[in-house]
């Protein structure tokens, strides 16, 4: 919903649904039954293009770790989550992640501290998310 408010912000926004971590797929619908859509396809958009991913990054470690931790009933994957978010950092230079736990609970969490390892992650406060636009924009 964050997003939805603020689209009129952007020159272009879309927006794609996941449950705790990216696999192969996102979804256009928040029910994430009707709309997937391939993570690898994002190798076309524009390198340019500003990805912002929201989530706590909390979970059991092997949904990030192993290629079968994925939680969707019937998705068989070949590659981890940590693999398909390593991609998605290399493909988008100009990336963050958003969390909306407090930055004082973070690193008690070992998939948080993963995650933050491969986007820059800051906090969903007024605070975070100027900090978070400032890296989006002056990143090289």
Do not use: C
């Amino acid at each position: 919903m964050l997003f939805h408010y603020a689209q009129f912000q952007f020159k272009e926004l879309e927006i794609y649904y996941f449950h705790n971590t990216i696999y192969s797929n996102v979804w256009m619908d928040s029910q994430r039954y009707k709309k997937p859509v391939r993570v690898d396809e994002f190798v076309r958009s524009d390198p340019e293009t500003r990805l912002i991913i929201v989530g706590d990054a909390s979970m059991a470690p092997y949904e990030l770790n192993d290629p079968r931790g994925a939680i969707y009933v019937g998705q068989n994957e070949s590659r981890s989550s940590l693999e398909h978010l390593k991609f998605l950092s290399k493909n988008f230079r100009h990336a963050v992640w958003l969390n909306p736990q407090s930055q004082d609970h973070w690193f008690y969490t070992w998939t948080v501290k993963q995650i933050a390892g491969i986007f820059p992650m800051f906090e969903l406060s007024l605070d975070g998310l100027e900090k978070a636009v400032h890296h989006l924009i002056s990143r090289n």
